[in-house]
């Protein structure tokens, strides 16, 4: 007799096909979630939630053209104020309010094409040193990255690298077009020879079909090992950018698809439920915590967009009875 197409598997695997995730994406909702739910709970403590903090520490000026993004120096029509590089000092406070609010992780973005070595690169990497010295875990989204800034960061503590994938492969020259697919797994490649943990996601609702979705999480899921993190994004339409004008809303239970899937074959990554998590009730941001998700990022902002607010994050945890992490997790594939 075949295996039924829901069933549980026991073992971590780096051999996916897209015929295989996309059977598992486009299962009946109540089956998925199921799986994903159990799966959760075989690998991971379903009352373990981490809180991420995230600052822009260099706002504005991108020289890359993705179409989200109200960054991107090729978008003159988003009202974005350009903001040099922080402080490090400045950086630090705002780290160590993070932490007094109850946020575990610090990521910190900067937006850069690629850093270049000299003073600002040193002052990120005393901005790592400072976070990890606060006994936070420390995140940086710089861009692509040469393979001696990667050891410099691994050298200074970064816990992770977030380098979003954004789309499958067959679209993503929809989306960006100054640089290309390939160069993002060239930093990912990078970053993880260096020894620094993976964050690497994506984001829904820019146009895509549910094929390129599952295609990007095929990607991920047969990284080996697999990303630590897997931001699952939703789209949040900026004026001014190409998707500004987005015609519908990304669904809810095609947030919690994606969350579930990504769960199913990436067993042990923490699924981070990121931007777009605003416009989510809270029962569906619940059943996406069921279905797998187990990180948000935490306070009113994230880079440049509005993010739920921390009291609200607070009554929501507290009323699933779930806790905040409190330890690093380490991977154990």
Not at 167 to 179: A, E, L
Not at 202 to 207: C, D, P, Q, S, V
Request: hydrophobic content about 40%; glycine content about 8%; proline content about 5%.
């Amino acid at each position: 007799m075949s295996e039924p197409a829901l069933s549980l598997r026991d073992d971590i695997r780096h051999d996916w096909t897209v015929e295989e995730i996309r059977a598992i994406h486009d299962a009946p909702l109540m089956d998925l979630v199921f799986r994903a739910a159990t799966i959760h709970r075989r690998y991971n403590d379903p009352a373990d939630i981490q809180r991420a903090s995230l600052l822009s520490i260099k706002t504005g000026g991108c020289p890359e053209d993705c179409g989200y993004c109200s960054q991107s120096a090729h978008h003159k029509e988003t009202g974005l104020t350009r903001q040099r590089l922080m402080p490090v000092e400045t950086v630090l406070a705002e780290a160590a309010a993070a932490k007094a609010a109850g946020a575990h992780r610090f990521c910190m973005g900067a937006a850069w094409r690629q850093p270049k070595d000299g003073p600002e690169f040193d002052a990120v990497l005393a901005m790592v040193r400072g976070v990890r010295g606060l006994g936070m875990e420390a995140c940086v989204t710089l861009g692509m990255l040469t393979t001696s800034q990667a050891e410099r960061l691994a050298e200074a503590g970064l816990t992770s690298y977030n380098h979003n994938l954004d789309t499958g492969p067959d679209y993503y020259d929809k989306i960006v077009s100054t640089r290309t697919y390939e160069d993002r797994l060239a930093t990912l490649e990078r970053v993880r020879e260096a020894g620094i943990g993976v964050c690497c996601g994506g984001i829904i609702g820019l146009g895509e079909e549910s094929s390129d979705r599952v295609a990007m999480l095929q990607v991920l899921a047969n990284h080996a090992p697999h990303p630590e993190s897997v931001p699952i994004n939703a789209l949040a339409p900026v004026a001014g950018t190409p998707l500004g004008d987005a015609a519908a809303p990304v669904d809810p239970f095609e947030m919690v698809r994606m969350c579930a899937t990504a769960r199913i074959v990436m067993p042990r990554s923490r699924v981070r439920l990121s931007a777009g998590r605003r416009a989510l009730s809270r029962e569906a941001q619940t059943l996406c915590f069921l279905a797998g998700a187990n990180s948000i990022f935490y306070g009113d902002r994230l880079l440049t967009t509005a993010n739920p607010d921390e009291d609200a994050d607070v009554a929501l945890l507290a009323d699933l009875g779930i806790r905040v992490a409190v330890e690093t997790r380490v991977a154990a594939e």
